[in-house]
């Protein structure tokens, strides 16, 4: 994907030898640690990852604002492994 950052012009190659060097150090993946250092936005990050995968960007606007099937989920659950549900 580095090479989709660069030919996109989200990143320039000078930062991606940088984060290429911090992951050698890190063990992180590469596109964690160029959103991580602030090299690349992550929006800009989906949009080089909706191209390379043909898939869709959903938006926040594209969920819904309220909870489906909320009868098929125990709420003590959901708030114990830190799910969101509404308060």
């Given at each position: 994907?580095?090479?989709?950052?660069?030919?996109?012009?989200?990143?320039?190659?000078?930062?991606?030898?940088?984060?290429?060097?911090?992951?050698?150090?890190?063990g992180?993946?590469?596109?964690?640690?160029?959103?991580?250092?602030?090299?690349?936005?992550?929006?800009?990050?989906?949009?080089v990852?909706?191209?390379?995968?043909?898939?869709?960007?959903?938006?926040?606007?594209?969920?819904?604002?309220?909870?489906?099937?909320?009868?098929?989920?125990?709420?003590?659950?959901?708030?114990?492994?830190?799910?969101?549900?509404p308060?």
């Amino acid at each position: 994907m580095d090479d989709q950052l660069v030919d996109a012009g989200k990143l320039d190659i000078a930062s991606l030898q940088r984060a290429k060097t911090v992951q050698g150090e890190a063990g992180e993946s590469l596109n964690a640690l160029v959103s991580k250092l602030g090299l690349v936005a992550e929006r800009d990050l989906a949009e080089v990852l909706v191209h390379l995968l043909d898939c869709p960007l959903v938006r926040k606007e594209g969920f819904p604002t309220e909870a489906l099937y909320p009868e098929r989920f125990n709420a003590s659950f959901l708030k114990g492994v830190g799910g969101a549900y509404p308060r």
